[in-house]
């Protein structure tokens, strides 16, 4: 069962005031922090989906073992970069790890800890939860696509968390990383003294 994962780096940074993936993060940016973690779990395959400063974003990670696709309709939204990368995916690919590209906090043990509970469940959603506060990255069966293209962009993927909770898993860690991500200057202030 191959698990792909798609990390979303298309937004436009407007409550940053500058592209906020392309901020120092260690001795990384922030973009190329996220991408490694990803590529460091058990995930199969990676997609960056761009959108926002393409070029820059992408001389970051070009050496990096990813697939990378500008959505060129990245102003919609969120929900349209994971539409985009939905379609952009390989055919043999079972379930999609949804990755924010603003959460460099989340180690691959996480992300490996929702891949396990996806293969070994059998449930189509797995969703990470701190003290039992749902977070991110979700990890989504691509028998959901179809019902993910027609989704509104003001529900965003959670719509389809929400339409089957019987069919969601959620996978305590124990790691809050997983309910924060980088919007503004104080975010990434709390977020770098964090690390």
């Not at 939204?77 to 906090?105: F, K, Y």
């Not at 503004?184 to 202030?189: A, H, I, L, R, S």
Request: charged letters at 30%.
């Amino acid at each position: 069962m191959l698990i792909g994962a798609i990390i979303l780096a298309a937004g436009e940074s407007k409550r940053m005031g500058k592209p906020k993936l392309l901020l120092p993060f260690g001795d990384k940016t922030i973009v190329e922090t996220v991408v490694t973690n990803v590529i460091q779990s058990k995930a199969d395959e990676a997609l960056v989906v761009l959108g926002a400063d393409p070029e820059k974003i992408e001389e970051k990670i070009e050496d990096l073992p990813v697939t990378i696709t500008v959505n060129p309709h990245y102003k919609k939204g969120m929900l349209s970069s994971v539409q985009w990368g939905l379609n952009a995916i390989p055919e043999n690919i079972r379930g999609v790890l949804v990755c924010l590209g603003d959460q460099p906090s989340i180690p691959p043990s996480v992300m490996d800890k929702v891949i396990e509970a996806f293969k070994s469940s059998k449930k189509g959603i797995v969703v990470p939860a701190f003290k039992k506060n749902r977070g991110h990255p979700v990890l989504i069966d691509v028998k959901y696509r179809k019902e993910i293209e027609d989704l509104s962009p003001d529900v965003g993927l959670r719509g389809i968390v929400y339409n089957h909770p019987g069919d969601t898993l959620e996978v305590e860690v124990d790691t809050p990383a997983v309910l924060r991500d980088i919007d503004n200057p104080n975010d990434y202030k709390k977020e770098t003294e964090n690390k």
